[in-house]
């Protein structure tokens, strides 16, 4: 089962969540000023989630685990949930390395 992307409008600027097949949301992007911007960070999405070197492996300050998925210039593309421990975030990483290739779009704009 394939993920989608939901992108959505919020105020008047954009932002999208990545949700596995079974419809949890995965990944959270940051905030876009314009529709494309917002697609064009889906398509990072879609190009950078199957090399694992572009996670970022974090700590909460309340010790909580989560992750940030990086463009290759460094910036973060989007955030993950908080997590209880760092197996269930490595989880949370390889269903965003599975269903974040999909080019399902769910446009609620």
């Given at each position: 089962m394939s993920g989608d992307?939901?992108?959505?409008?919020?105020?008047?600027q954009y932002m999208f969540n990545?949700?596995?097949?079974?419809?949890?949301?995965?990944?959270?992007?940051q905030r876009y000023s314009t529709k494309a911007a917002a697609e064009n960070g889906?398509?990072?999405?879609?190009?950078?989630?199957?090399?694992?070197?572009?996670?970022?492996?974090l700590k909460a300050k309340d010790n909580s685990?989560?992750?940030?998925?990086t463009a290759g210039n460094g910036e973060v593309i989007g955030r993950s949930e908080m997590y209880t421990s760092s197996a269930?975030?490595?989880k949370g990483i390889?269903?965003?390395?599975?269903?974040?290739p999909t080019t399902k779009v769910q446009d609620q704009t």
């Amino acid at each position: 089962m394939s993920g989608d992307y939901i992108l959505k409008r919020s105020g008047d600027q954009y932002m999208f969540n990545l949700r596995a097949g079974n419809y949890q949301v995965i990944l959270t992007s940051q905030r876009y000023s314009t529709k494309a911007a917002a697609e064009n960070g889906i398509a990072s999405v879609q190009k950078n989630s199957a090399d694992d070197a572009r996670f970022q492996r974090l700590k909460a300050k309340d010790n909580s685990d989560y992750f940030n998925l990086t463009a290759g210039n460094g910036e973060v593309i989007g955030r993950s949930e908080m997590y209880t421990s760092s197996a269930a975030r490595d989880k949370g990483i390889e269903s965003v390395k599975n269903n974040g290739p999909t080019t399902k779009v769910q446009d609620q704009t």
